[in-house]
């Protein structure tokens, strides 16, 4: 009997994937300790994907070569004939496995296609179609690797990506002014009498920007409120794992406002024992969830839905295991051990 129900990629390929996530996004891996063996190891290999499709276009400097490159890593994953790249072939097998559409990782290359032109933005909603692509797509297709299809859960797991991205820009405006983008739209920014190009040849502690961080904050906030209904649409064994994630990163969009929304001099960073806190909260929430949102979808997120309901839903796939409170105590125990061996812990 084989050890993975995947074909392509190997027991190494998967602790590949493991490490991918465990070096890149902490945040995400301690949360994801929470989800039953086998969507975890298909998270790995999902975010494995996205981070060598980001670092690529990052080392290249955002070349035209670059996404070319991983437009055709990506068609011959989706074709089952993946590179010798252990990222590739476990996408490989995802993309079959859980009946993911191409369209779906082509919208994240997109996004990261318009990173590369330096391609800035308007207004909220030219800020949300960006969103969509480079998060709002991993949503759907977290989702998707949790055997969810319905319109409700898919427009719920995109609302997370998206606000999820939206702290991300929040807390990064220093860090990304630094390298000569910033994402905030264009049109805030002249109602505050802040001229873009001047401020990013000179990055500074305007305070004009942060009231404009704080309503990004407020934006991510209202799409975190829809997302938690979604996160009732999911297999009991997942939510507690989603919701911590969305806890923990809502989080730092509190610490943002707990350092005067500066966002350039500072960086905020949800703590270890803060996080812990928020995984144990979200192991008892994730049991009063309720399904009351019915807000129609975010209008950049319709595409993502439709290219979802379009794949075929895997037969080959095991039913989940509900792991109850006890089992998902005991994980958060084994994660508290390791924060505690690890000073370098951080958001």
Same mark, same amino acid.
């Given at each position: 009997?084989?050890?993975?129900?995947? *074909?392509? %990629?190997?027991?190494?390929?998967?602790?590949?994937?493991?490490?991918?996530?465990?070096?890149?996004?902490?945040?995400?891996?301690?949360?994801?300790?929470?989800?039953?063996?086998?969507?975890?190891?298909?998270?790995?290999?999902?975010?494995?994907?996205?981070?060598?499709?980001?670092?690529?276009?990052?080392?290249?400097?955002?070349?035209?070569?670059?996404?070319?490159?991983?437009?055709?890593?990506?068609?011959?994953?989706?074709?089952?004939?993946?590179?010798?790249?252990?990222? *590739?072939?476990?996408?490989?097998?995802?993309?079959?496995?859980?009946?993911?559409?191409?369209?779906?990782?082509?919208?994240? !290359?997109?996004?990261?296609?318009?990173?590369?032109?330096?391609?800035?933005?308007?207004?909220?909603?030219?800020?949300?179609?960006?969103?969509?692509?480079?998060?709002?797509?991993?949503?759907?297709?977290? %989702?998707?690797?949790?055997?969810?299809?319905?319109?409700?859960?898919?427009?719920?797991?995109?609302?997370?990506?998206?606000?999820?991205?939206?702290?991300?820009?929040?807390?990064?405006?220093?860090?990304?002014?630094?390298?000569?983008?910033?994402?905030?739209?264009?049109?805030?920014?002249?109602? /505050?009498?802040?001229?873009? *190009? /001047?401020?990013?040849?000179?990055?500074?502690?305007?305070?004009?920007?942060?009231?404009?961080? /704080?309503?990004?904050?407020?934006?991510?906030?209202?799409?975190?409120?829809?997302?938690?209904?979604?996160?009732?649409?999911?297999?009991?064994?997942?939510?507690?794992?989603?919701?911590?994630?969305?806890?923990?990163?809502?989080?730092?969009?509190?610490?943002?406002?707990?350092? %005067?929304? *500066?966002?350039?001099?500072?960086?905020?960073?949800?703590?270890?024992?803060?996080?812990?806190?928020?995984?144990? #909260?979200?192991?008892?929430?994730?049991?009063?969830?309720?399904?009351?949102?019915?807000?129609?979808? !975010?209008?950049?997120?319709?595409?993502?839905?439709?290219?979802?309901?379009?794949?075929? %839903?895997?037969?080959?796939?095991?039913?989940?295991?509900?792991?109850?409170?006890?089992?998902?105590?005991?994980?958060?125990?084994?994660?508290?051990? #390791?924060?505690?061996?690890?000073?370098?812990?951080?958001?």
């Amino acid at each position: 009997m084989p050890q993975f129900s995947f *074909d392509l %990629a190997s027991l190494s390929d998967h602790r590949e994937c493991r490490r991918a996530i465990r070096d890149g996004s902490r945040s995400f891996y301690a949360a994801s300790r929470l989800l039953p063996a086998e969507t975890r190891k298909r998270a790995f290999a999902l975010y494995a994907f996205c981070r060598l499709s980001d670092d690529a276009i990052d080392l290249s400097g955002g070349s035209k070569d670059a996404l070319d490159r991983l437009r055709d890593r990506l068609a011959s994953a989706a074709s089952g004939r993946p590179l010798p790249c252990a990222a *590739d072939r476990a996408m490989a097998d995802l993309m079959r496995r859980c009946a993911i559409p191409v369209a779906l990782p082509e919208a994240l !290359l997109e996004g990261l296609a318009w990173d590369s032109e330096g391609r800035s933005y308007e207004t909220i909603d030219d800020l949300f179609d960006y969103a969509a692509r480079v998060a709002g797509a991993v949503g759907v297709m977290m %989702a998707l690797i949790m055997d969810v299809r319905s319109p409700q859960a898919l427009a719920r797991a995109c609302d997370l990506g998206v606000a999820m991205q939206l702290t991300n820009i929040a807390r990064d405006v220093g860090e990304d002014a630094r390298l000569g983008r910033i994402y905030f739209p264009r049109q805030w920014l002249r109602d /505050a009498g802040i001229d873009a *190009d /001047a401020w990013l040849s000179d990055p500074n502690l305007d305070e004009r920007l942060r009231p404009i961080v /704080a309503r990004l904050i407020r934006e991510a906030d209202a799409l975190y409120g829809r997302a938690h209904a979604g996160i009732a649409l999911l297999p009991p064994s997942c939510r507690p794992a989603i919701l911590a994630a969305a806890l923990i990163y809502q989080e730092i969009g509190r610490e943002i406002e707990r350092n %005067a929304f *500066d966002s350039v001099t500072q960086r905020a960073r949800v703590s270890a024992t803060r996080k812990l806190l928020l995984m144990a #909260r979200a192991m008892g929430g994730a049991l009063s969830l309720s399904e009351t949102d019915a807000t129609p979808p !975010l209008a950049c997120a319709n595409f993502l839905i439709e290219s979802a309901r379009s794949g075929r %839903a895997s037969s080959s796939r095991a039913p989940q295991p509900v792991v109850g409170w006890h089992e998902s105590f005991i994980r958060v125990l084994g994660v508290l051990e #390791r924060l505690q061996r690890s000073e370098r812990f951080e958001g």
